[in-house]
Protein backbone atom coordinates (compact mmCIF):
# COMPACT_ATOMS: atom_id res chain seq x y z
CA UNK A 1 0.00 0.00 0.00
CA UNK A 2 3.37 2.79 0.15
CA UNK A 3 2.06 3.32 -3.40
CA UNK A 4 -0.93 5.05 -2.20
CA UNK A 5 1.83 7.64 -0.76
CA UNK A 6 2.28 8.83 -4.29
CA UNK A 7 -1.65 9.47 -4.83
CA UNK A 8 -1.90 11.23 -1.39
CA UNK A 9 0.87 13.83 -2.32
CA UNK A 10 -1.24 13.97 -6.13
CA UNK A 11 -4.14 15.24 -3.66
CA UNK A 12 -2.12 16.99 -2.06
CA UNK A 13 -0.93 19.07 -4.87
CA UNK A 14 -5.03 19.44 -6.62
CA UNK A 15 -5.60 20.93 -3.52
CA UNK A 16 -4.04 23.59 -4.70
CA UNK A 17 -4.17 24.38 -7.86
CA UNK A 18 -7.24 26.52 -8.19
CA UNK A 19 -8.98 24.95 -11.52
CA UNK A 20 -8.18 21.34 -10.95
CA UNK A 21 -9.27 22.14 -6.83
CA UNK A 22 -12.73 22.78 -8.46
CA UNK A 23 -12.95 19.44 -10.37
CA UNK A 24 -11.80 17.10 -8.34
CA UNK A 25 -12.62 18.52 -4.91
CA UNK A 26 -16.19 18.19 -5.41
CA UNK A 27 -16.19 14.36 -4.89
CA UNK A 28 -15.45 15.28 -1.12
CA UNK A 29 -18.34 18.32 -0.96
CA UNK A 30 -20.27 15.17 -2.47
CA UNK A 31 -19.27 12.57 0.35
CA UNK A 32 -19.70 15.96 2.93
CA UNK A 33 -23.33 16.86 2.05
CA UNK A 34 -23.71 13.24 1.38
CA UNK A 35 -23.53 12.69 4.87
CA UNK A 36 -25.78 15.82 6.14
CA UNK A 37 -28.81 14.22 4.01
CA UNK A 38 -27.86 10.37 5.10
CA UNK A 39 -28.16 11.98 8.88
CA UNK A 40 -31.81 13.83 7.94
CA UNK A 41 -33.04 10.47 6.61
CA UNK A 42 -32.00 8.30 9.43
CA UNK A 43 -33.33 10.35 12.11
CA UNK A 44 -36.76 10.61 10.37
CA UNK A 45 -35.97 14.24 8.90
CA UNK A 46 -36.16 15.17 4.71
CA UNK A 47 -33.59 16.16 2.21
CA UNK A 48 -34.90 18.95 0.03
CA UNK A 49 -31.62 19.37 -2.13
CA UNK A 50 -27.92 19.74 -1.88
CA UNK A 51 -26.37 21.72 -4.27
CA UNK A 52 -22.67 22.12 -4.70
CA UNK A 53 -20.44 24.82 -5.95
CA UNK A 54 -17.20 25.51 -8.11
CA UNK A 55 -15.99 26.66 -4.84
CA UNK A 56 -15.83 23.38 -3.66
CA UNK A 57 -18.73 24.52 -0.93
CA UNK A 58 -21.74 22.70 -0.78
CA UNK A 59 -25.14 22.79 1.10
CA UNK A 60 -27.89 20.51 1.94
CA UNK A 61 -31.46 21.89 2.86
CA UNK A 62 -32.96 19.62 5.32
CA UNK A 63 -35.44 19.23 7.63
CA UNK A 64 -35.85 18.03 11.14
CA UNK A 65 -38.05 16.73 13.33
CA UNK A 66 -36.63 17.96 16.86
CA UNK A 67 -33.06 20.08 18.14
CA UNK A 68 -31.79 16.41 19.16
CA UNK A 69 -32.10 15.39 15.37
CA UNK A 70 -30.46 18.75 13.50
CA UNK A 71 -27.51 18.23 15.95
CA UNK A 72 -26.91 15.41 14.18
CA UNK A 73 -27.61 16.49 10.86
CA UNK A 74 -24.86 19.31 11.73
CA UNK A 75 -22.58 17.04 13.18
CA UNK A 76 -22.67 14.64 10.35
CA UNK A 77 -20.63 16.17 7.47
CA UNK A 78 -17.54 16.70 8.32
CA UNK A 79 -18.06 13.08 10.39
CA UNK A 80 -19.26 11.34 7.16
CA UNK A 81 -15.99 12.53 5.14
CA UNK A 82 -13.67 11.35 7.67
CA UNK A 83 -15.20 7.76 8.08
CA UNK A 84 -15.78 7.88 4.43
CA UNK A 85 -12.05 8.20 4.33
CA UNK A 86 -11.28 5.17 6.31
CA UNK A 87 -14.21 3.32 4.83
CA UNK A 88 -11.77 3.98 1.52
CA UNK A 89 -8.71 2.93 2.34
CA UNK A 90 -9.84 -0.27 4.03
CA UNK A 91 -11.27 -1.26 1.40
CA UNK A 92 -8.36 -0.29 -0.80
CA UNK A 93 -5.99 -1.96 1.66
CA UNK A 94 -8.17 -5.19 1.20
CA UNK A 95 -8.09 -5.36 -2.64
CA UNK A 96 -11.74 -4.06 -2.85
CA UNK A 97 -10.91 -1.17 -5.38
CA UNK A 98 -13.35 -1.89 -7.74
CA UNK A 99 -16.44 -2.28 -5.06
CA UNK A 100 -15.41 1.63 -4.18
CA UNK A 101 -15.84 2.45 -7.24
CA UNK A 102 -19.33 1.44 -7.88
CA UNK A 103 -20.01 2.72 -4.33
CA UNK A 104 -18.70 6.44 -5.70
CA UNK A 105 -20.52 5.77 -8.77
CA UNK A 106 -23.77 5.34 -6.66
CA UNK A 107 -23.43 7.92 -4.41
CA UNK A 108 -23.28 10.02 -7.35
CA UNK A 109 -25.95 8.67 -9.49
CA UNK A 110 -28.38 8.69 -6.15
CA UNK A 111 -27.41 12.90 -5.98
CA UNK A 112 -27.86 12.87 -9.56
CA UNK A 113 -31.57 11.56 -9.16
CA UNK A 114 -32.91 12.98 -5.97
CA UNK A 115 -31.01 15.92 -4.25
CA UNK A 116 -28.51 17.88 -6.29
CA UNK A 117 -30.57 20.85 -8.54
CA UNK A 118 -28.25 23.41 -8.81
CA UNK A 119 -26.94 24.20 -12.34
CA UNK A 120 -22.93 22.99 -11.50
CA UNK A 121 -23.69 20.57 -9.41
CA UNK A 122 -26.16 18.86 -12.06
CA UNK A 123 -23.25 19.28 -14.60
CA UNK A 124 -20.75 17.96 -11.98
CA UNK A 125 -22.80 14.45 -11.42
CA UNK A 126 -23.80 14.20 -15.01
CA UNK A 127 -19.64 14.24 -16.64
CA UNK A 128 -19.34 11.77 -13.45
CA UNK A 129 -21.82 9.16 -13.72
CA UNK A 130 -21.03 9.40 -17.49
CA UNK A 131 -17.51 9.07 -17.43
CA UNK A 132 -17.75 6.07 -15.05
CA UNK A 133 -20.35 4.11 -16.80
CA UNK A 134 -18.06 5.00 -20.22
CA UNK A 135 -15.38 3.19 -17.83
CA UNK A 136 -17.61 0.51 -17.06
CA UNK A 137 -18.95 -0.54 -20.38
CA UNK A 138 -15.65 -0.58 -21.99
CA UNK A 139 -14.40 -2.34 -18.64
CA UNK A 140 -11.08 0.17 -18.10
CA UNK A 141 -10.34 -1.64 -14.80
CA UNK A 142 -7.05 -0.62 -14.66
CA UNK A 143 -8.06 3.68 -15.30
CA UNK A 144 -10.79 2.62 -12.66
CA UNK A 145 -8.55 1.45 -10.31
CA UNK A 146 -5.96 4.38 -10.63
CA UNK A 147 -9.35 7.19 -10.17
CA UNK A 148 -10.84 5.55 -7.39
CA UNK A 149 -6.68 5.89 -5.37
CA UNK A 150 -7.23 9.31 -6.64
CA UNK A 151 -10.26 10.29 -5.53
CA UNK A 152 -10.16 8.60 -1.80
CA UNK A 153 -6.64 10.34 -1.31
CA UNK A 154 -8.66 13.91 -2.47
CA UNK A 155 -11.19 12.83 0.21
CA UNK A 156 -8.77 12.22 3.15
CA UNK A 157 -6.79 15.07 2.31
CA UNK A 158 -9.88 17.53 1.89
CA UNK A 159 -11.40 16.36 4.74
CA UNK A 160 -8.28 17.55 7.00
CA UNK A 161 -8.22 20.91 4.83
CA UNK A 162 -11.43 21.59 5.51
CA UNK A 163 -12.20 20.55 8.87
CA UNK A 164 -8.54 22.95 9.62
CA UNK A 165 -10.59 25.88 7.60
CA UNK A 166 -13.42 25.56 10.00
CA UNK A 167 -11.51 25.47 12.87
CA UNK A 168 -9.95 28.53 11.85
CA UNK A 169 -13.24 30.34 11.06
CA UNK A 170 -14.82 29.28 14.02
CA UNK A 171 -11.76 30.92 16.27
CA UNK A 172 -12.00 34.25 14.12
CA UNK A 173 -15.34 34.93 13.29
CA UNK A 174 -19.32 33.34 14.78
CA UNK A 175 -21.20 35.25 12.17
CA UNK A 176 -20.65 33.27 9.00
CA UNK A 177 -22.81 30.20 8.15
CA UNK A 178 -21.47 27.03 8.88
CA UNK A 179 -21.49 23.50 10.54
CA UNK A 180 -19.57 24.47 13.69
CA UNK A 181 -21.81 28.09 13.93
CA UNK A 182 -24.92 25.70 13.22
CA UNK A 183 -24.13 23.96 16.49
CA UNK A 184 -23.27 26.22 18.52
CA UNK A 185 -26.67 27.46 18.13
CA UNK A 186 -28.27 24.84 18.50
CA UNK A 187 -26.10 23.08 21.29
CA UNK A 188 -24.60 26.46 22.76
CA UNK A 189 -21.23 24.98 22.99
CA UNK A 190 -18.78 27.24 21.32
CA UNK A 191 -18.25 26.91 18.06
CA UNK A 192 -14.73 26.75 18.04
CA UNK A 193 -15.25 23.56 20.34
CA UNK A 194 -17.18 21.92 17.13
CA UNK A 195 -14.05 23.11 15.13
CA UNK A 196 -11.36 21.65 17.04
CA UNK A 197 -13.44 17.86 17.23
CA UNK A 198 -13.91 18.02 13.89
CA UNK A 199 -10.38 19.06 13.31
CA UNK A 200 -9.33 16.16 15.62
CA UNK A 201 -11.34 13.81 14.32
CA UNK A 202 -9.95 14.47 10.60
CA UNK A 203 -6.68 14.41 11.78
CA UNK A 204 -7.05 10.97 13.78
CA UNK A 205 -8.79 9.04 10.78
CA UNK A 206 -5.60 10.37 8.96
CA UNK A 207 -3.37 8.95 11.35
CA UNK A 208 -5.56 5.91 11.38
CA UNK A 209 -4.94 5.41 7.62
CA UNK A 210 -1.37 5.74 7.33
CA UNK A 211 -0.78 3.43 10.52
CA UNK A 212 -3.05 0.53 8.92
CA UNK A 213 -3.83 0.63 5.80
CA UNK A 214 -0.53 1.95 4.05
Known amino acids: MEFMYKYLAIAIIISFI???RSFFGTIHTLIHE???ALAALATSGKVYSISLYSTTDGIATTGSRSRFSSIIVAYAGYTFS???????FYLIANGHVLILFYLFFALALINLLLWVRNAFGLSWLLGYVIASAFLIYYQLSFIKEMITYILSS???IQSMISSF???FLSLSSTNQSNDANVLQKLTFI???VWGAVFLIQSFAATYYVILFFI
Open 18 to 20: PYV
Open 34 to 36: TGH
Open 82 to 88: SLFALLA
Open 154 to 156: IIL
Open 165 to 167: IIC
Open 190 to 192: PSF
